[in-house]
């Protein structure tokens, strides 16, 4: 009996221990696994900074998915590459447009989460430079979150979303002092006009 029972003890240890052992190398095989997908990721938000600093989306768009969704800061949303461009456009180069430079410098909260092993999910702050064609320079801070999918062995951008505090904006206060600015430049002209069609209308009564 007491050989027996080291028989079987032995047997369990030796069950135990294989099965420790697979556990480990999964373990570590999906850590790998991770760090290599972290680092893609670092890499798909750097090219997505470049594109969008030196608005030339070209190396961007093998990136992004077909079904991809962006809320730019403004709140408009884009789903192609040609709606894309055609955001930048009317942002910077377009009659009317006030922007002369944006450098964004999205850095995230959390490293990416992932689901699935093919969907990665993140959020994070950015620390934004506007350069208007006036000259003036503001600084803002804003939020995004995103998420990335895994397709064909590549990450690809699916959704992204940013917003600003509409509250302490200092490109919207600047805004509406110059709405006010041009206001009162009206009421002036305004008023200069009245009086001088005033005094032209008692000439012609003399």
């Known amino acids: 009996a007491s050989l027996r029972e080291a ?3 032995n047997r369990i240890v030796a069950i135990a221990a294989a099965c420790l052992f697979v556990a480990t190398t999964a373990f570590a095989v ?7 997908d972290h680092e893609e990721l670092r890499g798909l938000l750097k090219l997505f900074t470049e594109a969008f600093n030196s608005r030339n989306i070209e190396p961007l768009t093998p990136y992004l998915h077909k079904d991809f969704n962006i809320t730019m800061v403004n709140q408009d949303a884009v789903t192609t590459p040609k709606e894309l461009k055609s955001y930048l456009e009317k942002q910077f180069t377009r009659p009317g447009s006030f922007l002369k430079d944006v450098r964004i410098q999205p850095e995230p ?36 979150t995103g ?15 940013i917003g600003l ?18 206001a009162a430049v009206a009421a002036a002209i305004g008023l200069v ?10 000439r012609r009564k003399t």
């Open 7 to 9: 028989v079987m003890k």
């Open 30 to 36: 999906e850590t790998e696994q991770d760090k290599k």
């Open 109 to 144: 909260d959390i490293p990416t989460v992932f689901l699935e092993g093919r969907f990665g999910i993140n959020r994070g702050g950015s620390t934004d430079t506007y350069t208007l064609k006036d000259g003036r320079v503001f600084v803002l801070k804003t939020r995004w």
């Open 147 to 161: 998420t990335a999918i895994k397709e064909d062995g590549r990450w690809k951008v699916l959704n992204a979303h």
């Open 165 to 182: 505090n509409i509250i302490d904006n200092p490109i919207l206060d600047a805004l509406e002092k110059m709405k006010w600015i041009w």
């Open 193 to 202: 006009v009245g009086v001088i069609g005033t005094l032209l209308l008692k």
